[in-house]
């Protein structure tokens, strides 16, 4: 997968038609083989845009920033990362018209030791699903798949797999990184950083960290498309997606084989009433 | 600091028998804020309210505590102590010690009391964080909503329309009159029906400030109490009534026969109908599903015939909106349809028939010129058995409930019988015969002695036939013998039921129904017209089985509250609404998509200060919130709270216990 010569055209192209303020994509790391995200404004950094199977970051974080927010930008999406993307539609946090949206119809990513990326396995919807242009072609929706660890987790007891928890949490430093890498963490002021928020505030104890990260995992239940931009910035190398990959599990066995961010105008499972609605928990 | 003051009431023996009231004021009194803490036997008395008047002054509290009964009974009460100590009123916190604690907690005094003890810790941790609320005022909309033009509805919409407030009165069939237009004479004064009816129906129609619209249902109700919006669908009547004289050539000369509902299918009307002479609005319609013209294209001939040019077979259904303030749900009742009792032979014997097709049929406008006859030959029945709770009181096929009427219309049909054929004999078969009410007992008797119908206490056990008559076998319970009757007709009393479309128009409105479909009341016995959901109202067998008087008093008693609803121009609310905290929002907009009210918009405020960039929040409009809290629970960043029930407040009572 190497589509760094259609992205610069693509590129070049919309900066000569000014239908872009900003292009976002990705470019070489100069110390070692990773890329990281490149804000390209001026026609001149085109040719830095690369775009292989190490892209692997989801670009859709950069859009919740000032800097780009009521800008007219040009993006490159993978399948993952173009869900994202829906989300941010829906949630009212991006304006359509303002993005040109290049689709990369995925075949999975690298991770650092250079096999596909576990959440590739797993993808369910490897092209973009929203997009203006399209590179690549479509291979179609896949059967929804989980990891052995996420299914061992869920099969321990809750109390366990609540210890479980507490035990990797101990790890956490409450850095953010998490939350400033998640491209549907876009809060003006998050719960976490709340002064009425006394139960994860002020210290990194466990016992914070651990709320907090639960809290976390639970405004993310119903919206994560698993790009895992997450567990790439934390530091403490966290398996954060076994949080969020559970929850995905539980909401597509209950809740009518929902995945979030699959179609436009689709808030998740939490944020919308349905008549199949699993109510065995009424008494 | 804050200065709390713990008032725990005895409420008789009902808190004080379960929960150690003295122990409860000895422990709350060592909390540190607690500056008083008072027991007393009804503190909701005027004596109990003056010790909390007098401890907000001498103590000077900046909060109160009452741990009574639940807030639905008395926190009104409590608030006004609070306002007229100077206080205000929201500043009360009610601890609910006895619904809560003593009422579910009878068997273990000791537990009961550690739990009112922990209940009151909460509550005195969230009054401190309470903050000083002030009524909203909301302009009302003087218009009501009638659903259903029954006579319930009929009454519910003259009594509203003579105090002068506009009425849409809206009936889903073609006429109004609902069941009432069906009966021919009515217990215990036996009273023509038609004759009590149709001037009600007339005024309904020449009234000023009643709007009839039939033939249309309610689609829509969006709002809240005072400011609601309906949405109408009228149906296509392929007549336009402004041009329609009803002068009849129509259904004269429309070739197609379609059975009759107002005469229980027992003869056919035809597809274009007034479903009744004494119709209000006196105009036919088209009844889409058998028009030919409508169908299959070919006929027209009711055009033809129309001097008017009235007919219009292009007409589409209309959607009329109103905006109200009230509403009165009148959907009254369907019948049980009584074909589980095989062993009578329904469906089978012709001459077996339901009480309000023998109501039709002795009706002086019903498909038999009001002299009863056998559907199977057209003979006149000499002996009839009445069978009295059919589907009533009957928990293996029917329903466990009375349907309240069926004694007194069986009496009144062995009368009318009687009346209409001097030499028959009617036989009653009952469980009991219920006839509270005035005059009722006395037209019991009136059936039994003065047209003597033999009443027979016992369940029928099986109809079969003999000849062309029917054999009717059942219990005699009082001499404790079998008894055969050798019937002409069987009429079988049967259950009335709530409409069958009532869950769904329950949802529409949001209110509740019980599990027979009948609508909820807020209370059975203090607010037996009002529902859950303010402004609307409930008016006769909608809400349970009752009889014309009843259902009557009913309707006036909605017209009162609609009444009082609209007597001022604008309405006092509670001000536990939400609020949005805009520095936090997001606008990610799931409190929009969220709120069942519709309250929530969205407005551009600034990125930050003197940002040129606008970005878009959230706004809650404090009319239209109810202070249900789905905004509150949804919101990820925390941007909204609810007044009275905001984060800091429950994160106290959390850390409290």
């Known amino acids: ?283 | 600091m804050a200065r709390v003051g713990v008032f725990t009431c005895f409420c008789g023996a009902n808190i004080a028998d379960f929960v150690d009231v003295p122990r409860v004021v000895e422990e709350t009194r060592k909390i540190r804020e607690v500056r008083c803490s008072i027991e007393y036997k009804y503190m909701c008395s005027d004596p109990g309210q003056q010790m909390i008047r007098d401890a907000i002054v001498q103590q000077r509290l900046t909060s109160v505590v009452v741990a009574a009964c639940s807030p639905r009974m008395h926190e009104k009460t409590f608030r006004k102590a609070l306002s007229d100590a100077g206080m205000n009123p929201y500043l009360l916190e009610v601890a609910n010690i006895r619904e809560h604690s003593s009422w579910v907690h009878q068997k273990d005094k000791k537990a009961a009391t550690d739990k009112a003890i922990d209940l009151i810790r909460m509550a005195v941790a969230k009054s401190i964080a309470n903050e000083q609320l002030y009524e909203i005022s909301v302009p009302v909309t003087k218009r009501a909503l009638v659903i259903g033009g029954g006579i319930a509805g009929i009454q519910a919409a003259l009594d509203i329309a003579d105090a002068r407030i506009p009425v849409t009165l809206v009936e889903k069939s073609p006429s109004i009159g609902g069941r009432m237009a069906q009966l021919d004479e009515t217990f215990p004064t036996l009273d023509c029906s038609q004759c009590i009816l149709t001037p009600k129906m007339v005024d309904v129609a020449s009234h000023p400030y009643i709007e009839l619209i039939p033939y249309s249902e309610v689609i829509e109700l969006d709002g809240f109490v005072g400011n609601y919006k309906a949405k109408i669908r009228k149906k296509a009547s392929y007549v336009n009534f402004a041009n329609c004289t009803g002068c009849g050539a129509c259904w004269q000369k429309c070739p197609v026969k379609v059975p009759n509902e107002y005469n229980m299918n027992i003869d056919k009307r035809k597809a274009i109908y007034t479903p009744f002479p004494q119709a209000v609005p006196n105009k036919p319609v088209i009844d889409a599903a058998h028009c030919t013209m409508l169908l299959k294209g070919k006929c027209g001939i009711c055009a033809k015939v129309c001097e008017k040019g009235a007919i219009d077979f292009k007409m589409q259904d209309e959607i009329i909106e109103r905006e109200i303030g009230a509403v009165v749900v009148a959907t009254g009742y369907d019948l049980w349809d009584p074909k589980p009792y095989e062993e009578y032979g329904v469906g089978r014997y012709k001459d077996i028939i339901t009480s309000l097709e023998f109501e039709r049929m002795v009706s002086a406008n019903g498909p038999t010129g009001g002299v009863p006859q056998r559907p199977s030959d057209g003979k006149v029945p000499k002996t009839v058995v009445f069978i009295k709770c059919i589907g009533s009181r009957d928990e293996a096929k029917g329903i466990e409930y009375c349907s309240k009427i069926c004694c007194m219309y069986t009496a009144k049909h062995a009368i009318l019988l009687h009346h209409k054929v001097h030499d028959s004999h009617a036989y009653i078969f009952y469980m009991d015969i219920r006839a509270a009410g005035k005059g009722y007992e006395e037209f019991v008797k009136k059936a039994q002695v003065d047209t003597a119908a033999t009443y027979l206490r016992g369940r029928v056990s099986k109809i079969y036939k003999k000849g062309d008559k029917l054999m009717v076998r059942g219990e005699d319970a009082q001499i404790g013998q079998l008894v055969e009757v050798e019937a002409d007709l069987v009429v079988l009393a049967t259950a009335i039921i709530a409409p069958k479309d009532n869950p769904n128009l329950a949802r529409l409105l949001g209110i509740s129904y019980d599990k027979y479909g009948y609508l909820s009341e807020a209370h059975p016995k203090l607010r037996p017209v009002e529902t859950a959901k303010a402004g609307i109202f409930l008016a006769g067998c909608t809400q349970a089985p009752k009889d014309i008087p009843d259902t009557v008093a009913q309707a006036s008693a909605c017209a009162a509250k609609v009444c009082g609803l609209f007597s001022g121009d604008t309405m006092k609310k509670d001000p536990m609404v939400s609020k949005v905290n805009t520095e936090f929002c997001s606008g990610c907009q799931n409190c929009v998509t969220v709120c069942p009210y519709g309250a929530i918009v969205t407005e551009e405020i600034p990125m930050g200060h003197g940002s040129k960039e606008m970005r878009v929040v959230s706004k809650v409009n404090e009319g239209v919130c109810q202070g249900c809290g789905s905004c509150v629970a949804i919101c990820r960043s925390m941007a909204i709270n609810l007044s009275g029930f905001t984060d800091p407040q429950i994160i106290n009572e959390i850390v409290a216990i």
Not at chain 1, 77 to 83: A, I, P, Q, W
Not at chain 1, 103 to 118: D, F, S
């Open chain 1, 1 to 283: 997968m190497d589509y760094t010569k259609q992205i610069q055209e693509i590129a070049s192209k919309l900066f000569a038609e000014e239908k872009i303020d900003i292009f976002i994509g990705y470019r070489q790391n100069a110390f070692d083989d990773n890329q990281v995200p490149i804000l390209v404004t001026v026609p001149a950094d085109v040719p830095n845009l690369i775009f292989t199977d190490k892209s692997v970051l989801n670009l859709t974080n950069y859009l919740k920033f000032e800097h780009t927010r009521n800008k007219r930008v040009g993006i490159v999406v993978k399948g993952c990362d173009s869900r994202a993307l829906n989300m941010l539609l829906t949630e009212s946090q991006v304006k359509r018209e303002n993005l040109y949206v290049i689709g990369i119809n995925c075949t999975g990513v690298l991770n650092e030791k250079g096999e596909k990326a576990q959440n590739c396995l797993e993808c369910v919807m490897p092209d973009a699903v929203v997009y203006d242009e399209m590179i690549g072609t479509p291979s179609g929706k896949k059967e929804y798949s989980v990891n052995v660890d996420v299914k061992e987790l869920a099969a321990k007891g809750l109390v366990e797999r609540g210890e479980y928890f507490q035990e990797i949490f101990e790890n956490c430093i409450r850095c953010n990184a998490c939350r400033h890498s998640c491209p549907l963490c876009y809060c003006t002021k998050c719960c976490i950083d709340q002064e009425s928020a006394v139960l994860y505030n002020g210290s990194n104890t466990p016992s914070s960290a651990f709320h907090a990260l639960m809290t976390w995992s639970l405004h993310l239940a119903g919206r994560c498309v698993d790009c895992r931009n997450c567990e790439k910035a934390c530091p403490s190398h966290l398996p954060l997606h076994l949080l969020h990959k559970q929850n995905e599990m539980v909401i597509y066995e209950n809740f009518q084989q929902h995945l979030a961010g699959m179609e436009k105008d689709d808030r998740g499972a939490f944020y919308k009433y349905s008549m199949k609605d699993p109510d065995d928990f009424i008494m």
